[in-house]
């Protein structure tokens, strides 16, 4: 009784559309939940048509890249993921995880992988904000998917953020040296799901993968919150 008098003067906001939910939703109102912009790429696999996969193509091996969404400026999207980054939303980047989780379950990925492992934040701004984003996510397609996830493994020595300034070339170059395997006897031989918020020119995933391998892990998959349309 209190709490349907509570929940109708204080109405749970939806956080991709800001409209009050109705009892019973959480996070995400039902027509958002509809509405959003799926990606096929699951369905696709490893195939040709799966064109997360190509973005990867020529620079490093990648067994299956995976988005859940398509990102659209202005959209229901954007407004999911500013919320996760600034808001401290982080329980809606598990409720994401495992609802991806459930959908890569679904489709029979949940044998496909080893460990799952978040890009990780520099310690400072981890700091700064409380949490990483990543990690929220990666926590949740672990628990929908039966899997070990592990946030310490992978870490990165460089806020990449203050190297803005500088050249193409030059922040490329501190790419490489940016993330580090801090326990490779965990990685070693095991396939890895490397999880981050945005997929978009794929380098930061890049830089990733490459001290995954250097490291004795065996594969390397990718799985993002949400990538740019081509
Ligand atoms: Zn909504």
Known sequence: MLQDLLSLLFPEICYACAAPMA????????????????????VHGATELN??????WGKVPVRYAFSYLYFRPKGRVQRLLHQLKYKGAHELGEH?????????????????FDLILPVPLHHAKLRRRGYNQSDSFAKGLADAMNLEWNSRILVRNIDTETQTKKSRL???????????????????????????????TGATLEACIQSLLDSGCSEVSVATIATAEK
């Open 23 to 42: 009892r019973g939703e959480k996070y995400i109102c039902t027509e958002c939940s509809v509405k959003l912009p799926y990606t096929d790429a699951h």
């Open 51 to 56: 064109t997360l996969q190509q973005r990867f």
């Open 96 to 112: 994401l995880g495992r609802r991806y989780g459930s959908l890569l379950s679904d489709h029979q990925y949940g044998q496909q």
């Open 170 to 200: 030059d922040r490329w170059q501190n790419v490489e040296k940016v993330f580090a395997v801090k326990m490779p006897e965990k990685v070693k031989g095991k396939r890895v799901l490397l999880v981050d918020d945005v997929l978009t």
